[in-house]
Each structure stands twice: as C-alpha cells, then as structure tokens.
C-alpha cells in the first residue's frame, strides 16, 4: 500500500513539472550584471546597503568607504531612505485599529566618472498592519518583522534593476 502511494506520488510530481516545462515556467536564476565592481553611497554600513551587499553576493565587489569612487564602474547614490508609520484605521470610540507601514527609497546610479545612468527613482514598499492595545508587544515585534520583510523586498527591486543597466 504505501509502496503504491509513493509510486502514485512520484508520477503526480513528474506530471506537474512536464506540465509547468511545458508552459514556459522555469525559476529565476542569479542575476548577472554589467558591471564587476560597485560603491554605495551615503552610508555604505547602512542596513540597506548592507542587505544589497550580501544579495550582490560574490557577483559584484562592492567598494569599501576608504577605496575612492573613481575605482567603481557603478555608484549607487542612496539619495533618501525612509520609513512611515500612518493610521489608516480607527475605532468608533478614536482607538488606531490599523497603521499602513511604508519605506520609500529614492536613489539614482552613475558611473565612476559622474555620468548619470539611471535618473532618480523612488521605490515604495508599503504593508499594511492591524492594531490592538491588548497585545502591543505582539504587535511592535510584527512591525519589526514587516519592516524588514519590505526592506528585503527593495533590495530585490534595486538588484533588479541594477541588473537591467547596460
């Protein structure tokens, strides 16, 4: 019997993959970029450059703040970052009920030499939270967790779209 089951199992998932090959499907690879070398500026020790440090991986050599930006093919300007908390919801007796949670970045890319290669952008994360006063410490942990999810998010974005620079 349990032989059986497996065999069937088996089958079911060499079907779904055929049917999805079939379809075009394939998942993403790493993305390849332009460029071997990159500086992020303001603040290269910042969360976000961090988290783009490590998804960049071993694909592209990031600058340390001392190496001068003449020696990077691509800068990346981090013009703003910010986050934003506003209530979107209340109560009929005034409570907060919900909060929408942003993070806007605004950014631009150069070269080494100064020649711009992307204008300034604007990426917005946004997510929204519910809220109850029973449970605060639940609830600022899950604001910590949101926040970083869209940070994750924005850093696909930005690796993205560095990878779509010719």
């Given at each position: 019997?349990?032989?059986r ?34 500086a ?12 783009l ?33 506003t ?6 007796a ?11 970045v ?18 917005v ?32 974005q ?7 620079i010719?």
């Amino acid at each position: 019997m349990k032989r059986r089951s497996v065999v069937a199992l088996l089958a079911q998932a060499g079907l779904a993959s055929v049917l999805l090959g079939g379809c075009g499907f394939k998942l993403r690879g790493a993305q390849t970029y332009t460029f071997q070398t990159l500086a992020i500026m303001p603040n290269p020790g910042g969360p976000l450059a961090l988290e783009l440090r490590r998804a960049l991986g071993n694909s592209v050599r990031v600058l340390a703040p001392d190496e001068p930006l003449t020696q990077a093919q691509v800068v990346l300007d981090i013009l703003q970052e910010q986050h934003e908390k506003t209530v979107v919801g209340l109560s009929s007796a005034g409570q907060v009920r919900e909060f929408q949670l942003r993070i806007r970045v605004k950014f631009r890319v150069r070269n080494g030499q100064g020649d711009e290669l992307m204008p300034v952008a604007e990426i917005v994360q946004r997510r929204d939270m519910s809220f109850s006063e029973s449970a605060v410490l639940a609830k600022e942990a899950e604001e910590v967790l949101l926040y970083r999810d869209m940070q994750s998010d924005l850093v696909h974005q930005l690796t993205r779209r560095l990878a779509a620079i010719k």
